[in-house]
């Protein structure tokens, strides 16, 4: 279970003039996410959705506020001021938790990320790339034997042909399509046996044809994956129709600075129809939400 206690997240800027501006890109967001959901996270570019993913991964701290997967505490808030400063670096040693090899080698939460951007790595191949992610993985965990490469090539062909690549094994990412490269990148991230993947609009630079399959793949591998262990996935989208097919509950974010502005549930059971009623019902609420923001703010700006 993935619990987010009211995380706020302050960036500071310089702004035109050149002087230093605070910037909240997220502000008091709390979220459960029971185990073995799809849960969307849908709002307008630069309402924070990417910076909130990156903090339930543990990639950036939040100014404050906790994450708890699973009970066990993901990176807690950076400190603030002098005095909490001392005492962090008493406490770690160190002032940056993500350069720590304590932390390093202790992979404490069983996440994957896909990346708004760079899914992949160019300069290997899609064999390479998951061979890489499995050893990096395996490099984590301490006293474990040298996996044999053969072992990890026959995982990464696997998860390839699970993936619809198993013809792509020595192909590099530009000889692939965009659609399969983002299959890739979910192979990569399936790979590693994950608890939970991460997901920043896997899907955007695709055509809405290569879209919609890659939306099915998803919830097959998904729903593979085992009633009984089966992944949670978090993704951002901009797409309402993308997020009301595929999630759970739709978390719906407003703008500066983010915040949750509703949480949709959707209770429509799977295999869903795309053009279902109830599907086109909750889409048309969440649009008439944005439409009421869009509303609100032109009548401020008058
Ligand atoms: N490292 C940073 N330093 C300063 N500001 C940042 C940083 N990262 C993000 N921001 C700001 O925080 C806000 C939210 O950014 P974020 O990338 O989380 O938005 P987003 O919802 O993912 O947008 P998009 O849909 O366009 O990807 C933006 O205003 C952005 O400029
Ligand atoms: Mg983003």
């Known amino acids: 279970m993935i619990e987010a206690k009211s995380i706020t997240r302050f960036f500071s800027v310089v702004n035109e003039k050149g002087l230093a501006e605070g910037l909240t890109a997220v502000l008091n967001v709390s979220l ?44 807690e808030p950076l400190p603030a001021t002098r005095k909490e400063q001392i005492a962090y670096q008493r406490r770690y040693r160190f002032i940056s938790p993500l350069a720590n090899g304590v932390f390093r080698d202790h992979p404490k939460h069983d996440i994957a990320m896909i990346f708004q951007d760079y899914a992949v790595f160019p300069w290997m191949t899609a064999m390479q790339n998951i061979v890489f992610a499995l050893r990096l993985r395996g490099a984590g965990k301490r006293g474990a034997a040298r996996p044999r490469r053969g072992d990890l090539e ?42 939970i993947i991460l997901m920043d609009e896997p899907f955007a630079a695709v055509d809405a ?19 009984d262990k089966r992944l949670t996935i978090v993704l951002v989208t901009h797409d309402v129709q993308e997020a009301v097919y595929l999630s759970d509950e739709v978390v719906v974010f407003s703008p500066s600075p983010g ?14 129809a795309r053009t279902g009623e109830r599907l086109i019902e909750i889409q048309e609420r969440i649009l008439a939400m944005f439409q009421y923001d869009i509303n609100q703010e032109s009548e401020y700006s008058i």
């Open 209 to 227: 044809l290569t879209r919609e399959k890659l939306q099915d793949d998803l919830l097959r591998l998904w729903s593979e994956s085992g009633a």
């Open 259 to 272: 915040t949750i502005r509703n949480i949709v549930p959707v209770d429509v059971p799977r295999p869903r």
């Open 32 to 75: 459960t996410i029971p185990d073995g959901r799809i849960v969307s996270l849908l709002g307008p570019s630069g309402c924070g959705k990417s910076t909130f993913l990156e903090i339930l991964a543990g990639l950036q701290a939040p100014t404050d506020g906790t994450i708890h997967i699973d009970g066990k505490l993901v990176l």
């Open 154 to 195: 026959e995982k990464a062909l696997f998860f390839l042909g699970k993936a619809g690549l198993a013809g792509f094994a020595n192909k590099y990412p530009s000889q692939l399509s965009g659609g399969m490269r983002q299959r890739l990148a979910l192979a990569r991230a399936l790979s590693v046996e994950p608890k």
